[in-house]
T-cell receptor, first 116, second 116 residues
Framework: DQQVKQNSPSLSVQEGRISILNCDYT??????FLWYKKYPAEGPTFLIS?????DKNEDGRFTVFLNKSAKHLSLHIVPSQPGDSAVYFCAARRVNYGGSQGNLIFGKGTKLSVKP | DVKVTQSSRYLVKRTGEKVFLECVQDMDHENMFWYRQDPGLGLRLIYF???????EKGDIPEGYSVSREKKERFSLILESASTNQTSMYLCASVGTGGLGSGNTIYFGEGSWLTVV
């Protein structure tokens, strides 16, 4: 059963416009959410995160919104740039999963293409 | 800058071979992880470790084992490689306090394993 869902496998956006990537989760025990960006043949790199006690976090062109009642989060990129073209993974922290404090469960990813 | 280094970027192994994937981090992190990434499946947790000589199974541990003899090194072992283990393997680490305290999970660049 998929606990973190990214229902759009791909998204295409024009340069300068807003990119909105969506993520839904089913487990209300998740307490921390992150977005990672991944280029081909490279490891994922951290982009932005949000705690479950907040509903918005902003960092430059990137904003993450969390709607706990809907179990939904989204990543907004404004304005989108061609260099943003990558696969974006949504991840949620599993609380009390073994002895580690960093266990994440990932969505399947959304491939963003920003066209010049 | 945190550095997570995976010693082998590209490997080709035969079915039945024993395979070692090595990962080293230089930030004195307690928590280390092995994920695999497959198209359409996102990142899935194989094993993790929260201390030297400690290990816990992730979501897909079958066919794998791990070793953590030193804090900075976490090895993934395929006892008898099979073709369905052809994948990209990602090592990651995070420090004490886990996520949400200014830390995030840092990934290595990945190891592409092909089993023929």
């Amino acid at each position: 059963d998929q606990q973190v869902k990214q229902n759009s496998p791909s998204l295409s956006v024009q340069e300068g416009r807003i990119s909105i990537l969506n993520c839904d989760y089913t487990n209300s025990m998740f307490d921390y959410f992150l977005w990672y960006k991944k280029y081909p043949a490279e490891g994922p790199t951290f982009l932005i995160s949000i705690s479950s006690i907040k509903d918005k976090n902003e960092d430059g062109r990137f904003t993450v919104f969390l709607n706990k009642s809907a179990k939904h989060l989204s990543l907004h990129i404004v304005p989108s740039q061609p260099g943003d073209s990558a696969v974006y993974f949504c991840a949620a922290r599993r609380v009390n999963y073994g002895g580690s404090q960093g266990n994440l469960i990932f969505g399947k990813g959304t491939k963003l293409s920003v066209k010049p | 800058d945190v550095k997570v280094t995976q010693s082998s970027r590209y490997l080709v192994k035969r079915t039945g071979e024993k395979v070692f994937l090595e990962c080293v981090q230089d930030m004195d992190h307690e928590n280390m992880f092995w994920y695999r990434q497959d198209p359409g499946l996102g990142l899935r947790l194989i094993y993790f470790s929260y201390d030297v000589k400690m290990k816990e199974k992730g979501d897909i541990p079958e066919g794998y084992s791990v070793s953590r003899e030193k804090k900075e090194r976490f090895s993934l072992i395929l006892e008898s490689a099979s073709t369905n283990q052809t994948s990209m393997y990602l090592c990651a680490s995070v420090g004490t306090g886990g996520l949400g305290s200014g830390n995030t999970i840092y990934f290595g660049e990945g190891s592409w394993l092909t089993v023929v």
